[in-house]
């Protein structure tokens, strides 16, 4: 579908859970009208607790108070902070309950992996950051690495559109006919800044691959340098392909993945595509300090990209997720720097000489984890599309 570019928008990148849970938290404190909130997991922690708390105190002043959570990540939200939100007055829905926790099934595999959150639409949030605390590792140096983004401006109409629109989805499933849903109209859009921005979502209709696509077309323009920094890097053989011809055009490419993960099997998967990357002259990072969550890219020091969506099959072919993809020197240069101060500061290089010389037990543990993630998707009907 390509990226609809919209002017003047106000973005402000945020790190971690330090700077956009105090962030969600006023702009939440602040509404009047109405907030919508997405999110993949929504923890019975005491981030949790303070983000419930205040969506409480919003339904107690009268604002419309939508939350939309996932069935699979959010089934910690089920069990211990679905009723006493209800019963503070917040509408709650759940995106597909988890009923069949074996099953590998298609329709279990579509979740709600976007973090949207719109206040009063003047204020919108979309990244990858959950609603979970980031210090829950004691052992690490430092919190979970993820990043979001502050947004006012037109950009706010086509995210209203989609959280609207899966709200009254969700809505109808549940009830098992339609009943309408008043939505609270959407402002006139502010103009406070000057940022070129476009917002693309992912879902199994029409736009299964607009987020892919908006990368593609990024790495295929890239002149300089391409940093992407992503949770769970399992791309497919075009984005593969992409990124090691941009490498044969000079362009400097480097990746930053997780060395710690909570998913060991997709981590060796990623880890059988190194070997064709330092091949290909591709620099490879791991994240060590602590988890690393992100879903962000920058091509040029021009071009970027914050999100939900990671570049693997369960986001590319399977998720709903959102992404916001931004056209400015601004914007770009401070997240690039932002990676690179984490790459410097956390991160350990692999070199090529040291992978190769590496345990080849090791390698096989890594390609039989990439043929079980793909089975496991040509199971759910996928195999053939990726």
Sequence with gaps: MGITWLHDNALRLLENGTEFFPALETAIDGATREVFVETYIFANDATGHRIAAALSRAAARGVCVRLLVDGF????????????????????????????????????LRRLHRKI???????????????????????????????????EGPLLQPIHATVTHVWQLVAWASF??????????????????????????????????DIEDAYLVAIAAARREIIVANAYFLPGRRFRQALLEARRRGVRVTLLTQGWTDHPLQQYATRALYGQFLAGGVRIFEYHRS????????????????????????????????????RDPGFASHLQARLELAMASGAREISADAWERGPRLRRILNWAAYGLVRLMIGIAGYGNRH
Aim: glycine residues 8%; positive net charge; hydrophobic residues 45%.
């Design 176 to 209: 098992r006919r339609r009943q309408p849903v008043a939505f609270a109209p959407l402002p006139p859009p502010a103009t406070p800044g000057g940022i070129e921005a476009g917002f693309l979502i992912r879902d199994n209709l029409r736009h299964r691959r």
């Design 117 to 151: 959150a719109l206040v009063d639409g003047r204020i919108a949030f979309v990244g990858g950051i959950n609603i979970i605390s980031d210090l829950d590792e004691p052992s690490f140096a430092g919190p979970r690495l993820d990043y979001s983004v502050r947004i």
């Design 291 to 326: 988890h690393l969550h992100a879903k962000v890219a920058v091509v040029d020091e021009r071009w970027a990209t914050v999100g939900s969506s990671n570049i693997d099959p369960f986001s590319l072919l399977l998720a709903r997720e959102a992404n916001v993809f931004v």
């Design 73 to 108: 990540g959010g089934r910690d939200f089920v069990e211990h902070l679905q009723a006493p939100l209800a019963e503070a007055g917040v509408n709650v829905q759940i995106y597909r309950r988890e009923v069949a926790p074996l099953s590998l099934r298609r329709h279990r």
